[in-house]
C-alpha cells in the first residue's frame, strides 16, 4: 500500500498558494484563420499582448484545416478566460478587449473563422 510519493530533488522554488477568485470570470471563443506556416506562439503572443492584464488563461482547443479554408491556411481555436482581480468583468469591458485583440490579428493579416 502507497501513502505517498515523493519525487527528488526537490524543487527549488517555493509553492506559491492563491486564494480562489471571488469574482467570477468571462468566458469567450476565438477562431484565427493563419497562414498554414504561421507558428502557434505567434499567434498566441499576440493574443496575450492584445488582451492585456486580464487575461487570465488562453487554452487552443482546435485546429482545422479544410474547406471553407482556403488551401495552406488553417484555423487555431481558443478558449479565453478573463478576470479581474478585484471585480467583475462587465460584458461592455470583455467585448472591448476582444476588439482590440481583434484588431490586433488583422493588423498582422490574420482573419477570424465565423
Known sequence: MWLFEL???????????QD???YPPAFRDLAVVVREATP????????????GPH??????????????LKEGE?????????????RTLTDEEVEGILERV???????GFGLRE
Open 7 to 17: 519525487r527528488l530533488p526537490l524543487p527549488e522554488a517555493p509553492f506559491r498558494f
Open 20 to 22: 480562489p477568485s471571488r
Open 40 to 51: 502557434y506562439g505567434e499567434v498566441e503572443g499576440i493574443l496575450r499582448e492584445a488582451a
Open 55 to 68: 487575461l487570465e488563461s488562453l487554452e487552443l482547443f482546435d485546429l482545422y484545416q479544410g474547406p471553407p
Open 74 to 86: 488553417k484555423s487555431l481555436a481558443f478558449h479565453l478566460r478573463f478576470r479581474h482581480p478585484e
Open 102 to 108: 481583434v484588431a490586433a490579428l488583422r493588423a498582422r
